[in-house]
């Protein structure tokens, strides 16, 4: 038997016009590009790296997942996201006074692992850092609203953060239905002056159950924020 495998990676780019976007010398143009690979280096590992680009807003995005780290017999697997991305503040603080807008910024990267616990438990832990800020229509750092209040928690033109994230999710299935479980720990780490610092915990639930010739589907979640 030959086997060949396909193609495993490619290329798209697109283009359109917005009629929201009337002003600038190229009013209403965006475009977008995409690169994706889904066996990197013959080894299942998948790269994704995407950008999307319009007049006010725009996000760069790289995601590479490993899904099966050197094959190990935890069947443990690592994801790795860096991104970019500016997107109008308009809809939360307004515009400038002079009727300028006003853009958030974020830089987020980070590293997710996870694997197996035991049978129907699955278990996640990472690790990320957050940039964020806003900006002028010319990209300078904005730190006060139109009425003097700050923009940011620190002060600072921008706000930084680490956030370490444990996760672990329960699914199963039987005749009677499905059903799933998951308690989610973030909890941001003041490593530097000025960082943020607060904590939050995450619990989320679904029971689906087989009524006849139809499924109900039972939700509960519950996302109480603790923080200093």
Known sequence: MNVVERPSGGFSVGGGIS???????????????????????GRNQKLNIS??????????CINYTDPWIERDDKRASRTIIIQNSRTPGTLVHGNQHDNSSL????????????????????????LSFQHTGARDEKGNP???DFYGSPLTVSGKPYDDMLVAEFEC???????QGSSMFAFNIEQRLPVMPGWLFFNRVNARAR?????????????????????V
């Open 103 to 126: 853009s958030i910024g974020r830089v987020p990267a980070g590293i997710e692992f996870s694997r197996p616990l035991k049978p129907k438990w699955s278990g996640i832990a990472g």
């Open 169 to 175: 999710v329960y699914t199963g299935s039987g005749d």
């Open 51 to 60: 950008l999307e680009r319009g007049q006010i807003d725009s996000i760069f």
């Open 142 to 144: 904005i730190m006060k």
């Open 207 to 227: 029971k689906g159950v087989e009524i006849g010739p139809t499924r109900l589907l039972l939700r509960k979640r519950d996302d109480p924020p603790i923080g």
């Open 19 to 41: 009629s929201r976007i009337t002003s600038g010398p190229l009013s209403g143009l965006i475009g977008s590009f995409a690169y994706s690979h889904r066996n990197l280096f």
